[in-house]
Nanobody, 125 residues
Framework: QVQLVESGGDLVQAGGSLRLSCAAS????????VGWFRQAPGKEREFVAA????????PYADSVKGRFTISRDNSKSTVDLRMNSLKPEDTAVYYC??????????????????WGQGTQVTVSS
């Protein structure tokens, strides 16, 4: 079992920046790939970014590529999502998710077994 807790969501103006954090507890964090997903009202949950268990692979959604950066610190069991140049369309609840290291399709929700409760990001125009 892994427990995930997100933090860092806030209201920010367009063009601004936020850093989301995901803190994990339970099983050794280094066993897991970690992904960030988001869900806007009335829309399906979508992939944002992910990082492999050793940090060697970091896929991003096209919509955030070049603006968002994912990183992890296995010694602290944390994964951060740095978000720059935020746009109103980035408004959503952001979820952290963890899946076993051998599930290599990190862009798919089905690769993740554990989910946090989410943190709200609102970008005003």
């Amino acid at each position: 079992q892994v427990q995930l807790v997100e933090s860092g969501g806030d209201l920010v103006q367009a063009g601004g920046s936020l850093r989301l954090s995901c803190a994990a507890s339970g099983r050794p964090f280094s066993d897991f790939n970690v992904g960030w997903f988001r869900q806007a009202p009335g829309k399906e949950r979508e992939f944002v970014a992910a990082i492999s268990w050793r940090g060697g692979s970091t896929p991003y959604a096209d919509s955030v590529k070049g603006r968002f950066t994912i990183s992890r610190d296995n010694s602290k069991s944390t994964v951060d999502l740095r978000m720059n140049s935020l746009k109103p369309e980035d408004t959503a609840v952001y979820y952290c998710a963890a899946g076993m290291w051998y599930r290599t399709t990190m862009t798919s929700r089905t690769s993740y077994n554990y989910w946090g409760q989410g943190t709200q990001v609102t970008v005003s125009s």
